[in-house]
């Protein structure tokens, strides 16, 4: 069975950026415009790092040149290489700036077009010396890079910070809107697990709950609005502010994860009054961007792993990480059902039964039929998971592999065999101290930890559950011993270390790994750099070949072996005994 194609339009797909986040575009800016060297640096390498992932906007490119070249300004350089840098700076900046506007028949004056977007006059007349004329002198070409980091500083940089808050205000305020008016939908109705959405405003809900139509409004009105409120967020929202602003506040704000001061605990399945909060918003999300629920995923998985560098307390990270997974395996059912289902919905054949009233109520319904979403990104997910071996990972390992398993790739089956056997090994040796431990644990008679960790899910098939009857009976305990290293794992099962690279390939001008001081020597960079302190200082990154064993030397050929050998210093000849 194959999920139906997604059918996109313009406006759902999302514009291509090189930052993974808003907060990382904010850290860029800083560093640019920074009066610190240092950070101006390394805002100019992040630009740099930018570049590699995918275009990065005119403004941008031209900031980090502006920044950069003014950083070796005092480097030693001859007027003449700094006139023409500078020059080349200019000269594209404004070519990029101008060209969008030139598409008429005939050519429009590259003053007027300045004027327009309000570009100083000074810096067409100084690009235009540059280009065509003698160019400007070393103190008019600085002050072109400083006029040009302030008007892009001003056009560009600010605005976007202002519209990127504007935003945030906007679905904030919309997001709050509905939370209130959904909150009055079922705040007389609330779950069977007894879940409180919000324990400072709950019982305010309750109170203001429509009791009569004459005291307060009616349901009907409730629904109008808070559709209306749903719709207007719709039509003012971009694919990018889905996935830089709304995901981000729905997983960080206390949205999908309500703030809980007491009553603390796991929960194992998704609490129904939670559930019946957000699924009508996140149903009409879902139904207008398919990359929603995807990037939503990917999104909690990354935030499960974070909890401990902004929860202190244990109680409490305990509590968002079951809400934040029970939410990932809720939308991944839902979203990515596992088996064929009748019709082309895209819901899961597992879904419950609305309650009473259900979706036309309170919008509580788990059905999402007719939504199409794109494809989930396992890869991005296992990753995330490997780097992070726990009972968290283990948990969503868990829960995607029915999803890889329909591909028809045999290998990734494998893999996502071989990584679950790995994190269930990691599980069970912090449980209990060794597979030794374990297995004296399970002799024990505690199987409780071992029929939750160990115990694969239960089938739901006539036939499978009729060949799990034939079978014999055995222990759900298997040790695992020899295992697979699965994907992003060294041939020894280690996490290799990719987040820092050593300071000695970080202003390497040339991209080429070295792998034994003999290339070291070969290649020649522009800088010269020992090649023992360069693979001293790169450490475990940099693989060196192994040394070859005399019997291998035996069957080299006649030219390696050439190659490979040294002068000999012949001794000097012995004077005979006998004269």
């Known amino acids: 069975w194959e999920q139906p194609a997604v059918m996109l339009n313009s406006k759902s797909l999302p514009r291509i950026v090189p930052w993974t986040n808003w907060q990382e575009w904010e850290d860029v800016y800083r560093w640019l415009y920074s009066p610190n060297y240092q950070d101006r640096a390394l805002g100019v390498k992040r630009v740099g790092a930018w570049k590699s992932r995918c275009k990065v906007a005119l403004s941008v490119e031209c900031t980090a040149t502006f920044v950069e070249i003014d950083l070796n300004d005092n480097l030693g350089r001859s007027e003449n290489e ?21 598409k008429s028949m005939y050519a429009v004056p590259i003053g007027q077009i300045a004027a327009k977007i309000g570009l100083p006059a000074v810096l067409v007349d100084w690009r235009h010396q540059a280009s065509h004329n003698q160019m400007p ?37 919309a997001m709050e809107k509905y ?5 009055n939908l079922t705040a007389n109705t609330p779950g069977e697990d007894d879940f409180t959405l919000d324990e400072d405003t709950d019982q305010e809900a309750i109170s203001s709950a429509p009791t009569t139509p004459n005291k307060s409004k009616s349901k009907d009105k409730v629904k109008g609005e808070r559709k209306k409120v749903v719709a207007d967020l719709l039509a003012n929202l971009t694919a990018n502010q889905v996935t830089l602003t709304l995901i981000p506040l729905l997983v960080d704000a206390q949205y999908l994860v309500p703030k809980k001061k007491r009553k603390l605990r796991k929960y194992k399945t998704l609490p129904t009054r939670l559930k019946k909060m957000w699924s009508f918003f996140i149903k ?37 990480r079951s809400i934040l997974l029970c939410w990932f395996q809720y939308f991944a059912s839902r979203f990515y059902p596992t088996k064929p289902t009748t019709g082309t ?37 296992i990753s995330i998971c490997v780097r992070h071996p726990n009972r ?54 505690v199987p409780n930890f071992f029929a939750e960790e160990a115990a694969p899910a239960p089938q739901t098939s006539s036939s ?3 060949e799990t009857k034939e079978e014999p009976a055995r222990s759900i305990w298997v040790p695992v011993k020899d295992i697979t290293p699965g994907i ?6 280690q996490l290799p270390v990719l987040d820092a690279l050593p300071l000695a390939l970080d202003d390497f001008q040339l991209a080429t790994f070295l792998i034994s001081e003999k290339d070291a020597k070969r290649i020649r960079p522009l800088d010269p750099i020992d090649p023992q302190v360069f693979l001293q200082q790169a450490g475990p990154l940099i693989l060196q070949p192994p040394q070859k064993t005399e019997q291998e030397d035996e069957t080299m050929s006649v030219d390696e072996q050439l190659e490979h050998a040294q002068p000999v210093d012949e001794p000097e000849a012995k004077a005979s005994p006998k004269g």
């Open 82 to 102: 700094k006139r023409m840098m500078y020059s080349m700076a200019l000269t594209r900046m404004i070519n990029g700036l101008i060209a969008p506007f030139q």
């Open 137 to 173: 002198s070393i103190a008019e070409l600085r002050e072109a890079c400083r006029l040009c980091l302030e008007w892009l500083d001003g056009k560009y940089w600010r605005k976007q910070n202002e519209d990127k808050e504007q935003a945030q205000r906007s679905i904030h305020e």
């Open 179 to 183: 939370k209130d008016l959904q909150k």
């Open 284 to 320: 009409k999300v879902a139904a207008e961007y398919a990359h929603f629920i995807p990037t939503l995923l990917c999104v909690i998985v990354d935030r499960i792993f974070k909890l401990e560098a902004v929860i202190s307390s244990e109680h409490v990270r305990a509590y968002h």
């Open 345 to 381: 919905a895209a819901s899961s054949s597992t879904s419950t039964t609305p309650a009473k009233g259900g979706e036309s109520d309170a919008g509580a319904g788990d059905d999402f039929s007719g939504i199409r979403v794109l494809p989930l990104p396992t890869k991005t997910m």
């Open 392 to 445: 968290s990972s283990l948990k969503i390992i868990r829960t995607i592999k029915p999803i890889v398993e329909l591909l028809e790739d045999p290998k990734e089956h494998k893999r996502i065999e071989d990584i679950e056997k790995y994190l269930l090994q990691i599980v069970i040796t912090e449980k209990f101290g060794s597979a030794e431990a374990a297995e004296a644990q399970k002799q024990a008679e």
């Open 464 to 466: 499978s559950s009729a």
């Open 488 to 493: 992003g794992l060294l041939p020894n099962g």
